[in-house]
């Protein structure tokens, strides 16, 4: 039996036995059932992709079922295995794993475990289907079941308010999007007359030119179905318009923020793209949009990064900036190079939210940056944990020597914009050079304000509660040390338990050696067999990579070194300038902290007519019409009736008598006239 069914469908297997058997089942079982079937997918991914790696495997197919034979439309329910695939079967994999290692400690006290796990590998489950998808109705599936997956685990905790508001935004803004990624299918099935994906790419090149009459007017064929595919790539991978659910779903158990950001949800926009790279290859002008979109969202959410306080939400911000990135990179021409810092971008951010999760585990739920400080000597292993993350996403490394992940991958994505010499790369070049500079200073500032300088936990609400459980012998978790003024002074913070800490470590090693084991299969010359017509790889474009002038390899580590230097100025050296610069700026600084105001926008332009148009049509509508004329007027014709059905039921034998009587008389007369 074909490996691919063991990796795609234990996951399934452990997430209905842990959801079904719940508590009953037991909080150990159902944590070892689930995270051994994600060890066990994982173990089965890694020789997959090395044999790709090496060049001694061949994509092909594997059948599970006959799915729908209705007229022209027939296809089975088939798993796609080729590099493509590999790649993302390890991301999705190693990290789902290693969060549900991880989970086991940072879920130990929480009473609905088994839902939790469940929840989890039922996610992993659907970005399997999503990316072992044959067809495009099967990538649909997946791609609703990562909506629906990340719809429960963003509201698990549904008793509190603005949990449950998360999770309700971000199905609905994913719906949006899905609209789009819909109306594309049917397009594309209108076009081709088949939703095989291998049939469609073929077909592709031979489509371009062409057009399609679409809302009263000629459209390029090609241009309008990738569009519409790309508005759901834009949901699901949160760019610019679709973006405003991901920072909400900061609200759900820290190990989902990691598996959503680095390895599932947000990852499946930018594998679209590249799966149907021969699609949009064959329209400059959805290349365009998707380079131009991309670059946009990457230095929109870059600079809401640099003024935000919550150390999740600051990972989020660049988590949508991350994948701007890669749809740079996509959209001029080199979905490799996408696909490479979709690769190592799962593990030095699944590091750097894991690592946030452990100094929240460690400041009792505090997530204000603001109430930090001091760390490093308290939490050392964490520390180092994120210094390996940031050095990663910061792109730190020398050319031609080493580099972390992240210089390696980020930098191909920079090189290939400016290789390609459009003018949408050459925007998407200068945005995301200027972003780099951002991303370098907020990733600092996260670590500066986290680990160095003085402790500011008294102010922290978390921590003085937290203190006063343990002075009275309630809360395990603090470490209070004598009573002091402040009240916190004597806190201690605790490293992350063992089951924490080993997926901390593991991902650092990705972190540090990712890019640099990696990035000659992915982006070197000559590795067109590594892909093995996977993607639209394009050799001339990985030449034209390599030969960019020396001072585009040099200016990312350039604005590295500055976005360093000013946030250790800022938050080391002189800790006051920030509220400085802040009051100096003041209207942009507002703008830009307030997340440029997109979801007071969005309240005004759709959230409050939404609610007026539902109220009026449930005052008018439902209760004034519907109800006035339905139940409640039937009700009142039943009551009228028996109103008048009781002056005849007095009780009087006469009475009755005479109805008697008169029915008697009518029925003769009937029968006499007739």
């Known amino acids: 039996m ?67 034979q209705s007229g022209s439309m027939v296809f089975d329910w088939a798993l796609r295995v080729d590099t493509l695939t590999a790649v993302m079967l390890v991301v999705v994999t ?65 008793k509190k308010p603005s949990a449950s508001a998360a999770a309700i935004k971000a199905f609905v803004v994913n719906r949006v999007g899905d609209l789009g990624f819909m109306l594309g299918i049917f397009g594309t099935f209108l076009v081709f007359n088949t939703v095989s994906i291998p049939e469609i790419l073929a077909g592709s090149p031979g489509m371009a030119g062409s057009t399609i009459h679409f809302l009263g007017m000629q459209w390029d064929t090609m241009t309008i179905l990738c569009i519409l595919l790309f508005i759901g790539a834009m949901g699901k991978s949160a760019q610019l318009g679709l973006h405003t659910w991901l920072p909400d779903a900061m609200e759900g158990p820290t190990p989902v923020s990691a598996l959503i950001h680095a390895a599932t949800m947000v990852t499946a926009g930018v594998f679209m793209v590249c799966r149907l790279s021969p699609m949009f290859e064959a329209s400059p002008t959805a290349m365009a949009v998707v380079t131009v ?23 989020a911000y660049s988590t949508c900036s991350q994948l701007g990135y890669m749809f740079v990179a996509a959209g001029v021409g080199a979905p490799g190079a996408a696909m490479f810092h979709l690769f190592t971008h799962a593990f030095f951010k699944a590091l750097l939210f894991l690592g946030a999760g452990a100094v929240i585990h460690a400041m009792h739920h505090e997530q204000d940056m603001r109430f930090y400080g001091g760390l490093r000597k308290h939490i050392p292993l964490t520390y180092w944990a994120m210094m390996a993350g940031t050095l ?192 100096q700026l003041g209207g942009i600084y507002r703008f830009v902290y307030n997340k440029w105001y997109f979801d007071e926008l969005y309240d005004r332009i759709f959230v409050r007519p939404a609610f007026w148009l539902g109220e009026k049509f449930w005052k008018w509508g439902d209760i004034g019409l ?49």
Request: charged share 10%.
């Open 626 to 674: 519907i109800d006035r004329f339905g139940p409640n007027g039937a009700a009142w014709v039943v009551a009228q009736g028996s109103r008048g059905a009781q002056r005849f039921q007095s009780g009087y034998v006469y009475s009755y008598a005479l109805v008697m009587l008169l029915g008697l008389t009518a029925a003769i007369s009937w029968v006499m006239v007739h």
């Open 2 to 68: 074909d490996p691919i069914l063991f990796i795609v469908f234990l996951p399934l297997a452990a997430a209905i036995i842990a959801g079904l058997g719940n508590r009953a089942l037991g909080n150990v079982a159902a944590k070892s059932v689930t995270t051994g079937a994600l060890f066990v997918s994982c173990a089965l991914s890694w020789p997959i992709f090395l044999s790709f790696l090496g060049g001694h495997a061949e994509p092909h197919v594997v059948q599970v079922l006959q799915w729908v």
């Open 392 to 583: 990663a996403i910061t792109g730190v490394g020398i050319v031609d020597v080493f580099g972390f992940a992240g210089f390696y991958s980020k930098d191909s994505i920079l090189e290939a914009a400016y290789a390609s010499s459009g003018q949408a790369g050459l925007f998407g070049f200068w945005m995301g050079i200027f972003a780099a500079l951002l991303t370098s200073f907020y990733s600092w500032r996260l670590i500066f304000l986290t680990f160095y300088g003085k402790p500011r936990w008294a102010g922290s609400e978390h921590i003085q509660h937290a203190v006063h459980d343990d002075h009275h012998g309630h809360d395990d978790h603090a470490h209070a040390h004598g009573h002091h003024d402040d009240g916190t002074a004597g806190y201690r913070p605790h490293e992350a338990p063992l089951n924490m800490g080993v997926p901390l470590v593991v991902l650092s090693l990705g972190a540090v050696l990712a890019g640099f084991v990696f990035h000659h299969e992915f982006i070197s010359e000559g590795t067109g067999h590594f892909w093995k017509g996977s993607i639209a790889f394009a050799e001339h474009t990985i030449h034209a990579l390599h030969e960019v002038p020396t001072w585009v390899k040099w200016a990312p580590f350039a604005v590295m070194l500055t976005g360093l230097l000013t946030a250790y100025q800022f938050y080391i050296r002189k800790p006051e300038t920030p509220a400085q610069v802040a009051a």
């Open 94 to 158: 190693s990290v789902s794993a290693l969060v549900h290692l991880y989970s086991w400690g940072y879920m130990a006290e929480d009473p609905d475990q088994p839902r939790f796990f469940a929840y989890l590998s039922l996610f992993t489950f659907a970005m399997l289907m999503l990316v072992t998808a044959d067809n495009l109705v099967q990538m649909f599936f997946g791609w609703e079941g990562v909506g629906l997956a990340s719809y429960l685990l963003i509201g698990f905790w549904f």
């Open 293 to 315: 979109v991309g670059a946009c969202t990457l230095f929109f959410a870059a600079t809401i990064g640099t003024t935000q306080w919550d150390i999740k939400r600051v990972i």
